[in-house]
């Protein structure tokens, strides 16, 4: 079992930045890859999380929705079991509930599908 704690959420001006984190515990973090995925408010809670950015193993290959590409880095340390989302120049439509998530593979994937466990979600809203 793995248990994935967000964090670092919160309400942030247009333009401003975030970095929320998610410690993992239960089994070895370096044998998963993980992911971020959000969901806006009032969106169908029956269609799939949107896709944000995931990370493989090692930190060696990272991929972004085109949404977010230059604006987000997606981080880890396997030290200290937590990945990161370092998010830029935030826009109101960022505004989401944002979850991270933990795929038993070292292979990365954009679907929510393809994840084992996610965490409870931590709110950013940016406003304008």
């Known amino acids: 079992q793995v248990q994935l704690v967000e964090s670092g959420g919160g309400l942030v001006q247009a333009g401003g930045s975030l970095r929320l984190s998610c410690a993992a515990s239960?089994?070895?973090?370096?044998?998963?890859?993980m992911g971020w995925f959000r969901q806006a408010p009032g969106k169908d809670p029956g269609k799939e999380r949107e896709?944000?950015?995931?990370?493989?193993?090692?930190?060696?290959?990272?991929y972004y929705a085109d949404s977010v590409k230059g604006r987000f880095t997606i981080s880890r340390d396997n030290a200290k079991n937590t990945v990161y989302l370092q998010m830029n120049s935030l826009k109101p439509e960022d505004t989401a509930v944002y979850y991270c998530a933990a795929r038993l593979s070292t292979v990365v994937s954009r679907a929510p599908r393809g994840y084992d466990y996610w965490g409870q979600g931590t709110q950013v809203t940016v406003s304008s």
């Open positions: 896709f944000v950015a995931t990370i493989n193993w090692s930190g060696s290959s990272t």
């Open positions: 239960g089994r070895t973090f370096s044998s998963y890859a």
